[in-house]
């Protein structure tokens, strides 16, 4: 008697357990000399960092008001991410790489960290850098190291830290500091208000095309860090640019906070896309560590026909809860949303968007594909609101959730408000588990069950991946391959 | 090429197959016919390999491999191929990808080395023009949108693109019109060859007009009740199945 041979699953499993084990390829720790402001906050610690970065007064004073203003605030309840208490007493608000004076170029950046970002396949040596991608580094608290920045300066295009944009343009950051994300915002907002401690600056002036896409790499390597950084890109009148953030971090067993802020300008016939492929430490197979993502991402399209465009790839991190958003302030401007976000063993993620339309033939584009593996849990939450004022305006959007276990989540929680009646708007939502037959249907046409699993989800994602630019694409269907090795069963 | 030997399958307590016996040679054309129900497609997902069924007694050898230890996959690249009744959909997946990945992980298996994308693209067009196809086929996600007829003219177009030695079609004939079925005939008929075979399995005798078998099998409440040549099919044809399955309830086709 001869039957199929079906592998225990207990078996299966432990395979392909050690196999998660070496999964994030990312988390290693760089042996490096740090400089730590001890943990815990105060606005002497506050005082201290704005102190070590050399800030303008009005810097100190803002990071101040924010941080009283934090004081009054209590942490929120309403999302659907569930996760112990945080102690900010607990976390260092400032780790550096103990190099001395801001680096020059390259060659004064400690070798330790360029190989660092070498291992990570981020090349920071221009000549390397053939993909035409200039790039930002961002080391725990400080960033590193900015490439092809004299090229982009002959062209009136500042990229560079935000410590550095502090120093260099101090009215260009007092202009637009907070203004699409006051300290006032949100319980993690305002922290980052008071304690972030860098990021990068874009400003591209009027008419200008970006001829490279703009990159930071975002690397967590601290233990019992938090990573502050707060990004703020200008797109003056007609100019254009597209900008990518990447992030990894070394895997440790205690969670590790991440509180961004990102704010976009576009001015009239601005454009901006922005792409995030997100890869923080998802946390092990049990749920022990990773990395706390929450993050306030926004976008204001402060002129007429400006538009700006968020394309986020999201892996990582133990928790990911974000709402990259669209201020449709100017006439006829345009918001796009386009987000792959997938969980696994037990992460979670409660991400969406939100599209606040408030200028006349306004329209906006929802796209997010949610995917839920393992014990994960995936929610889409979502905002389109239509002001009085927005005659004609537009919005479509669409939610698709894969399962891909029988003890995985998928929840999708869209508010509408609508307060003009002359506004279209779509909803489209469907929810699908990857189905024995497909599998099997691919299989036999001799693909593997990986093999099998990655196509099924590279075209769930499709519409998602072709908004990202190509290297990054691949780079994401890489990821998406990797963090699902195993994900069947 | 193909030798089953007293095949028992079952799913869950329910027996299916109860002692199938069947050789298949390199060349031939085999027919597998019989009512609903009574087993055919499990043969035929048995065969590739489809997980949920149960073999409860008996063997399938496959040019001298055990063929029921092979995953799915692996009888793939082994050269069977399984032209499935309902084509399933693949969303965002365009057919070249999938058509692609599949050949390319079949001649890896083989030994051979990947196609790289315009030779690829010139072996699948030489099949499109053979199965009389619109290039548009190609960049359509897999099956999604697809009228049935048009679903089974992309698994005969994987097929062709694959070239098994094994060709299992289930039922492929089921839905079609004239013109399509004349497409589907024509390109198994291509496949025809000395060092490959096809099992045919089907509920109708009008697809034998256009693929003539050597053997024609008609199968009934698990067993195969009845062999023989063309004539068998032309003859049930005529008389239906009941003749042949005194002990079931089917009804005998007119």
Redesign the interface.
Known sequence: ??????SHPDARNAELRSRIADEYRWGFVTDIEQEVVPEGLSEAVIRLISKKKNEPDFMLEWRLQAYRHWLTLTAPTWSSVHYPAIDYQAIHYYAAPKSGAQPKDLSEVDPELLRTYEKLGIPLQEREALAGVAVDAVFDSVSVATTFKDKLESLGIIFCSFSEALREHPDLVRQYLGSVVPYTDNYFATLNSAVFTDGSFVYVPKGMRCPMELSTYFRINARNSGQFERTLIIADEGATVSYLEGCTAPMRDENQLHAAVVELVALKDARIKYSTVQNWYPGDAEGRGGIYNFVTKRGDCRGDRAHISWTQVETGSAITWKYPSCILRGDDSAGEFYSVALTNHRQQADTGTKMIHIGRNTRSTIVSKGISAGFGSNAYRGLVKVLPSAANARNYTQCDSLLMSDHCAAHTFPYIEVKNPSATVEHEATTSKI????L??????????E?AVN??V??????VFKELPMEFAVEAQKLLAVSLEGAIG | MLEIRNLHVSIGDRPILAGIDLDVKSGEVHAIMGPNGSGKSTLAQVL?????????????RYLEQ?L??????Q???AGI??A?QY??E????ANV??LR???N??RR?RGESELDAMDFLDTVKSKLALLDMDESFLYR??NEGFSGGEKKRNEIL?MAV?EPRLAILDETDSGLDIDALKTVASGVNALKDPERAVILVTHYQRLLNYIVPDRVHVLANGRIVRSGDASLALELEDKGYGWLTPDTHEEARP
């Open positions: 008697m001869s039957q199929p041979e079906v189905g024995d037959d497909q099997f249907y691919l299989r036999s046409r001799g693909l593997s069950e093999d196509l099924i590279n075209g769930f994602c499709r519409e | 590739a390999g489809r997980e949920g069924y149960a073999v409860t007694a008996g063997s399938v055990d029921l230890a092979l995953a799915p996959e009888r793939a690249c191929f399984l499935f084509p399933l693949i969303p965002g997946v990808q999938l990945s599949a050949l992980s079949v298996q996600a897999v994987q694959l």
